[in-house]
């Protein structure tokens, strides 16, 4: 069966999935403390664990975020039951982007 153009296979989606359970938050933090008018430059921000973002009219802002502990549990059941070989890959190429 042919990959459909521009969908990713099921490694990208693993590693795409590894780095959401370990995306951090300060990015959006930092831009949750300053007010809408003094955004710039929030193309360099990493916010891609970010889910939602809310600023209310009494300026409580609500942060939601990717949920980690599901990523990781969706992580190891597809690890489990892609074989060895698959998981030796997934580590390597891991390792491979950290070094």
Request: charged share 35%.
């Amino acid at each position: 069966m042919a990959k459909a153009k521009g969908l990713p296979d099921r490694e990208q989606i693993i590693k795409r999935m590894w780095k959401l359970a370990n995306a951090g938050a300060g990015d959006a933090v930092k831009l949750a403390c300053f007010p809408p008018e003094e955004w710039q430059d929030t193309e360099g921000l990493d916010l891609d664990a970010l889910t939602e973002f809310k600023r209310g009219s009494n300026g409580v802002v609500e942060l939601k975020f990717a949920d980690r502990g599901r990523l990781l549990e969706r992580l190891l059941d597809t690890v489990d039951h892609s074989g060895e070989d698959q998981v030796d890959r997934f580590l390597h190429a891991m390792e491979q982007q950290e070094g």
